[in-house]
T-cell receptor, first 115, second 110 residues
Framework: NAGVMQNPRHLVRRRGQEARLRCSPM?????VYWYRQLPEEGLKFMVY????????ESGMPKERFSAEFPKEGPSILRIQQVVRGDSAAYFC?????????????FGPGTRLTVL | GQQLNQSPQSMFIQEGEDVSMNCTSS?????WLWYKQDPGEGPVLLIA?????ELTSNGRLTAQFGITRKDSFLNISASIPSDVGIYFC??????????FGTGTSLTVIP
């Protein structure tokens, strides 16, 4: 059973470009979460999605950031007009049921570098 | 957002020693999770706790869900070099997000 998959593993963008990060949850998991991790820091929650719905986006910046989890295909975290401060590791996690009561399994992450 | 206090921040121990770390919160949680993260990788789930007072083991790892529901502990017995990494705790409640600790960096000296 494949784990959570993320791609690309590494992404380099110049300031002002767009970054698209993809996440395929574990088979049978319909809940996806995105986190951001800065060097030497813990994980910071960004957004929680179920298929075709955003459940909680309280951790996501109001501008330039968006996320989706379509009926078919992976979840996408999109960052428009990237700035240097967006450089970080972005992790996706998935779980089979309601969050807070079930475990989350993480992908390997996408390391975004903004030049 | 809420931040869990995890201590110690870093540990340097000799191979074979036991390790203890803990995580505290000002809020009550009904789920505690412990993860290990290697450099350049995503966190890997070690132990999940769902009940106050619960004590759960996974090989040489043992974790406890504090009675107050505001803390959790992780112990590693007889450490080995591959235990090196950063250990994170996470607390959560039904219908709400998980909050992560700041991490404990473990170095095992052969």
């Amino acid at each position: 059973n494949a784990g959570v998959m993320q791609n690309p593993r590494h992404l380099v963008r110049r300031r002002g470009q767009e970054a698209r990060l993809r996440c395929s949850p574990m088979k049978g998991h319909s809940h996806v979460y995105w986190y951001r991790q800065l060097p030497e820091e813990g994980l910071k929650f960004m957004v929680y999605l179920q298929k075709e719905n955003i459940i909680d986006e309280s951790g996501m910046p109001k501008e330039r950031f968006s996320a989706e989890f379509p009926k078919e295909g992976p979840s996408i975290l999109r960052i428009q007009q990237v700035v240097r401060g967006d450089s970080a590791a972005y992790f996706c996690a998935s779980s089979p049921s309601v969050w807070g009561t079930d475990t989350q399994y993480f992908g390997p992450g996408t390391r975004l570098t903004v030049l | 957002g809420q931040q869990l206090n995890q201590s110690p921040q870093s540990m340097f121990i000799q191979e074979g020693e036991d390790v203890s770390m803990n995580c505290t919160s000002s809020s009550i949680f009904n789920t505690w999770l412990w993860y290990k993260q290697d450099p350049g990788e995503g966190p890997v789930l070690l132990i999940a706790l769902y009940k106050a007072g619960e004590l759960t083991s996974n090989g040489r790892l043992t974790a406890q869900f504090g009675i107050t529901r505001k803390d959790s502990f992780l112990n590693i017995s007889a450490s080995i070099p591959s235990d090196v990494g950063i250990y994170f705790c996470a607390g959560g409640n039904t219908g709400n997000q998980f909050y992560f600790g700041t991490g404990t960096s473990l170095t095992v000296i052969p």
